[in-house]
């Protein structure tokens, strides 16, 4: 049962904030804060993205999220940070406008899988695999062989797939022409200020332009604070000095353990 007495929020504007690469955690955390600005009714949305991409399933149950929240109402404005690459620009092209510092890295539209080749030095070390399996491509891109010429063919009709859905999905949220985006969609970056002038990005400025933006959309006070949803929880670590760089790496590890052999809609240098 809904409770009736909800706290509502229409005089004052909601934000969520995407600072890593997106993963499974991402999305969780994303979507339990969109429902919850929902279930509050706030006017407008900030989505702060500083971030290089992710994995495509989870970009894309957020971008859906978004669209979904944009239909009951809610005017959702994105604000890139230091960069939002990949799978941070499909989640922005689901919002209303996009503002863009000058400097931002942006772009890298193009979609990416990779797998390791370890077959020479487990030779070296004396280490084989067994595997039994049901069919030739079901131990594709297994470390202990090369990728074979048809394995490399099949991986190619998915990336190909995913990036007819990336390309679409830009060409529908920013109003361009699918063959204008392919242009500008083969993995390049590019700053916030060439991405105004292809199309991706409404305004140049920070985030409190983009409040600004969103602030004249629903008619509400732009000096008040947004609330901010889905913060993370302070962990113990957090009191050691430093402790930021540590959790950032030991985030970065595990989402190169966790993406390998997974196709990402990612900017990776």
């Known amino acids: 049962m809904i409770w009736p007495f909800r706290r509502k929020s229409k005089k004052r504007m909601a934000r969520v ?3 890593e690469p997106i ?3 991402t999305r969780v955390s994303i979507l339990k804060a969109l429902k919850q600005i929902e279930e509050r009714e706030f006017p407008a949305l900030i989505v702060r993205i500083d971030s290089p991409g992710g994995t495509v399933g989870d970009s894309q149950e957020i971008y859906s999220a978004i669209k979904r929240l944009k239909d009951k109402g809610c005017k959702v404005i994105a604000s890139f940070g230091n960069i939002s690459a990949s799978g941070g620009v499909y989640i922005a092209v689901a919002s209303d406008k996009i503002v863009a510092n000058p400097g931002t890295i942006t772009g890298s ?3 990416i899988i990779r797998g390791n080749n370890l077959s020479q030095l487990l030779d070296k070390i004396g ?3 067994e595997t039994v399996k049901s069919g030739i491509y079901k131990d594709i891109l297994s470390p202990d062989k090369p990728l074979s010429e048809e394995g490399r063919n099949l991986l190619q009709t998915l990336i190909d797939e995913s990036y007819k859905q990336f390309t679409e999905a830009v060409a529908e949220g920013r109003n361009l022409p699918i063959e204008e985006v392919k ?3 083969d993995g390049r970056i590019f700053t916030g200020t060439q991405a105004k002038e292809l199309g991706l990005v409404d305004e140049i400025g920070d985030e409190f332009v983009a409040r600004e933006i969103a602030a004249k ?3 509400i006070d732009s000096k008040m604070e947004p609330l901010t949803f889905g913060k993370k929880k302070k962990k ?3 009191i050691i000095p430093g402790s930021k760089i540590i959790d950032k790496v030991i985030h970065n590890i595990c989402f190169e353990i966790n993406s390998s052999n997974k196709i990402l809609w990612l900017y990776k240098p």
Do not use: E
């Open 17 to 19: 904030v995407i600072d």
């Open 23 to 25: 993963t499974s955690s």
């Open 109 to 111: 539209i193009g979609v």
């Open 127 to 129: 280490i084989k695999f």
């Open 183 to 185: 242009r500008f969609a």
């Open 217 to 219: 959309m629903v008619n």
């Open 236 to 238: 113990i670590l957090g």
